[in-house]
């Protein structure tokens, strides 16, 4: 299973940008798909999650400017980003866990993937 991520860049302060991470791969069901950044010389911090009846978490200092939506039938998790700040600013991963197989399966696993990640730079 892999995740590729897509959708960073470079924009201005107060602007938008959206996000998108698709699930390569054998995986029955996806539990939770989320995005977390990661900036220089900070630790990995949670942006958003979304389960999949839709329940959605935001960590604090995006709240109320960020947006996370997903396709399950595309396996696919969105993060649209408004009234960006430069703080805003990291290397942004996408996150998915879920089941391989059904449970009893030989090939059964709990699988937690990362994406390899893109770069928002937000320019004050």
């Known amino acids: 299973v892999q995740l590729q991520a897509s959708g960073g860049g470079l924009v201005q302060a107060g602007g938008s940008l959206r996000l998108s991470c698709v699930v390569y791969g054998r995986i029955l069901r996806i539990n939770v798909m989320g995005w977390y950044r990661q900036a220089p010389g900070k630790e990995r911090e949670l942006v958003a999650t979304i389960t999949s009846d839709g329940t959605t978490n935001y960590g604090d200092s995006v709240k109320g400017r960020f947006a996370i939506s997903r396709d399950s039938a595309k396996k696919t998790v969105y993060l649209q980003m408004s009234s960006l700040k430069a703080d805003d600013t990291a290397v942004y991963y996408c996150?998915?866990?879920?089941?391989?197989?059904?449970?009893?399966?030989?090939?059964?696993?709990?699988?937690?993937?990362w994406g390899q990640g893109t770069l928002v730079t937000v320019s004050s």
């Open positions: 996150n998915a866990e879920g089941p391989s197989a059904p449970l009893g399966d030989p090939d059964y696993r709990y699988l937690e993937v």
